[in-house]
Structure formats: C-alpha cells, structure tokens
C-alpha cells in the first residue's frame, strides 16, 4: 500500500498568481481576515524576512521597502480554485480524502503503479498545465511517513522536483533522522517542549523502543499509532467526508456597532449562512447559540463576551426558525449604548436531515422548507446570495476590512479575466 501527501505551495499567493503572472517572482504575501496578520507568504516574502503570522502593521515598513505585493483573503477565489485541484486529483486515483484547503491524502490501494516517483511529477505537472497552481507530493506506506516525504519534496526541491518517495527503509530511517520533533505530524508546541526534556529531538528518536512508555504516558493510543505509522505500519485510514457537529459563522464588524437594528442585521446574516451551511450537508439543527463581544480594551475588567444557547422545539435547517430565535435570544443580550465589536451564530445538536421527527402539534412552516430551495437553486445558479430574508442589508456583504482585494476570477462573472487582443 502506498500513501501520497498532495499539498499546494504558498497557496493563498499561488492563486494570487493564477490570475496575474506578472507577480512570478516576486514578494508577495496575504493576509488573514480584516487585513490582520499575514498569513501566506510567497519564497521571495520569506528570504525577506516576513514572519507568518505577524500584524500587518508591525511589517508595514519592510513591504514598503521591498515593495512587497500585498492582498487580502479572497476566499471566494482560494475555494474555487482548492475544489478544482482536488477535482483533478480524482484523475489518479478515486481515493482522496480532502485533508484542508490546499492538502490532501491519496491512496493508491489496488493500483498497479510501477514508478511513483514518476506518476507524482505527472500529478504535479497536470495541476501545474491545468491551474497554474504548484505542489509538493510526499510518497510512503504510511500517511504520516508521507507528510514526512512531502516536507523533504518541498524543502529539496532542486533534488526532487517535488516529488520524494519513501520506498525503503533505509530512505525511511533516514527521513526520521532529518525530521525535529516539532516538525512531526500531530506533535505540538506543548508537547514539543516534552519530547526535548526526555530526549526526544528527531522522529526517529520518537520510535526508538525506551521511549515507549514515556509516548503511551502522553499521547496514549494516539501516540502509539503515530509510532507505528513512522516506523512503516500503516494504522491510519483514510476518512470519509463526515457533517460537522457544529457550524459557526462569526465575524469582527468594520466598524463599533451599537445600534440594534444594525446588530441584528448582522444576527440575522450570520443565522442565515448558518442554515445554507446545514442545508449543503444534509442536517437540521435543535440548538442555537449566540455570541456577542465588545471591546474587551475598554471593558476595565467588566465582562465583555457573552453567550445564550436555546434549542428549537424542532429541528430546522431553515433560515427562518434559525435566525428568528437567534433575535430573541439578541434581544435578551442587547445592553443600550453598549458598543459591539463582534458577534456570531453557531448551531449545535445537528442531526441527519433524513432522522428528522416531526411533532403533532409544534412544527415548522412547511412553506419555510419551499422557500429555502428556491433560494438555494437561485444562489446556485448565479453564485452570489442575491435573495435575502427581509431584515438583511441587500447591499451589503461581511464588509470586513479588504482593501488589497482581488478579483473573483472564477465565481462572478462580472469580474472575469480581460484579454486584450491585438
């Protein structure tokens, strides 16, 4: 059995470039929600000495200096692009289990491969022909030992031309000796600090036989199958896609809210996605919670986040029952001239739709459940959420602070690529 680690290189700035190949080597870097934290750098951004994860603001001075392209988190962009690079992984094999938005595991079980180094650069080279968009491919027995192999892909990149094979021992060993702990999968910054005190510097100190017992103390059965994973047997299985057992929609506002029109505006939107997000998945939801944050700089050590979880008397997946108890519990939270930098809605208790129980005397509108797949259909169809309950703003989206955008190449059409030809 032989496991592949698919994963996008820089990949917010790899769909930046899709787009505009005139930011081909050069510093480039994108940033986290509301224009924060820098949270995808290019190779060039990186030589420069811009930390991931650093406010934007604390490196201002240096992207000036090096004339480093910023840009904010164009998500519409980044998932279009992600749901297409695993599309096309589904050419090589039908088993691949979506591990994040630019990662993914691949299992070559049952098939005839007798050159993996050379299937990974034909893997590499259709996502580069079809969507620009680079990768490392890391090959091994095991999905751990392959995280290990896609990390010597991607540093040794020269070597391998992205693409590294574990197909032997000797190769295995020596990729556990080259690995730090902390750049072992599963193993944190806690847990890190652990492993040195004991010894434990490399993944291959980690599967030395006197250090057993000091891993079950730890990590338990989680450790021990880590263990067994880098030492070549495979005991982690691919997963299937599974509905979440929570959804949260929660965002900062552009600006302090203190209105509670406005407050529940936003309510009201964030409710709204919620039920979308049920809805794609198939499940309905029992339990609302509702968060609300102010200020916590100018709250002098008064409390300034609070929560109020309700339950529905039947489970909905209907932007209707779930926003509107959403108000009510706003209702409850809302302080006069209190000022609101944040709020959010997340639906818990979610079952199958298909499990649903209807009551006898308490139920839902069925014209609620109508309404919703017309809506569904419609924002399907153009790819925006053009229908909207009556309390939203139709003119206005997350509105949070983007002004280093790009365009939606590949999900509005208004924003199209333009070629001009001569």
């Known amino acids: 059995m032989m496991y592949a680690l698919v994963d996008c290189n820089n990949f917010y700035v790899s769909c930046e470039r899709v787009f505009q190949p005139q930011l081909n080597g050069k510093p480039v870097v994108v940033l986290s929600n509301n224009d924060g934290c820098i949270i995808s750098r290019s190779n060039e951004a990186k030589v420069l000495g811009i930390p991931m994860g650093a406010p934007e603001f604390k490196v201002r001075d240096v992207i000036k200096q090096h004339n480093i392209q910023v840009f904010s988190s164009n998500y519409a962009l980044y998932g279009d692009l992600s749901h297409r690079v695993m599309n096309t992984l589904e050419h ?21 491969i007798p ?28 999905k751990a ?15 391998t031309q992205g693409v590294y094979v574990i197909d032997s021992d000797e190769k295995r060993i020596k990729a556990l000796k080259w690995t ?26 980690f599967t030395l036989p006197h250090n057993e017992w ?22 982690l299985e691919m997963e299937e896609p599974k509905a979440k057992k929570n959804i949260a929609v929660t965002r900062s506002f552009e600006k302090d809210i203190s209105d509670f029109n406005e407050l529940k505006e936003r309510v009201v939107t964030f409710a709204s996605v919620c039920s979308e997000k049920l809805r794609k998945q198939n499940s309905c939801c029992y339990g609302v ?8 700089f100018k709250a002098d050590g008064a409390k300034y986040s609070f929560y109020r979880l ?107 690529i333009e070629v001009q030809c001569k």
Do not use: C
């Open 92 to 112: 090589f094999t039908p088993n691949v289990e979506v591990y994040s938005i630019d990662e993914a595991f691949l299992n070559f079980s049952g098939q005839d």
């Open 310 to 416: 309700q339950t529905l008397s039947f489970p909905s997946n209907t932007a209707f029952s779930i926003s509107g108890l959403a108000v009510k519990m706003l209702k409850e939270l809302y302080e006069e001239g209190a000022i609101y930098k944040k709020a959010g809605v997340i639906v818990t208790e979610i079952i199958p739709a298909n499990q649903k129980q209807f009551h006898l005397f308490d139920d839902e509108n069925p014209k609620f459940q109508k309404l919703m797949e017309v809506m569904d259909a419609y924002h399907e169809k153009v790819g925006e959420r053009k229908i909207r309950l009556a309390t939203q703003d139709l003119k206005r989206t997350w509105k949070m602070k983007q002004n280093h955008l790009s365009k939606r190449y590949t999900t509005n059409f208004n924003e199209l």
């Open 115 to 142: 050159d993996y180094q050379e299937y990974g650069l034909q893997i590499r080279q259709r996502i580069i022909k079809w969507l620009s968009i680079p990768t490392g491919i890391g090959f091994a027995p095991t």
């Open 145 to 159: 030992l392959s995280k290990i192999a896609n990390k010597i892909a991607k540093k040794f990149h020269e070597r």
């Open 289 to 296: 919670i509702l968060y609300l944050s102010k200020d916590r």
């Open 180 to 205: 730090k702990i902390e750049d072992v999968w599963g193993i944190g910054y806690r847990l890190t600090k652990k492993m040195q005190t004991k010894g434990i510097l490399t993944a291959y100190d």
């Open 214 to 235: 000091f891993i079950r103390k730890e990590m338990g059965v989680v450790g021990m199958r880590l263990k067994y994973e880098l030492e070549g047997k495979s005991v």
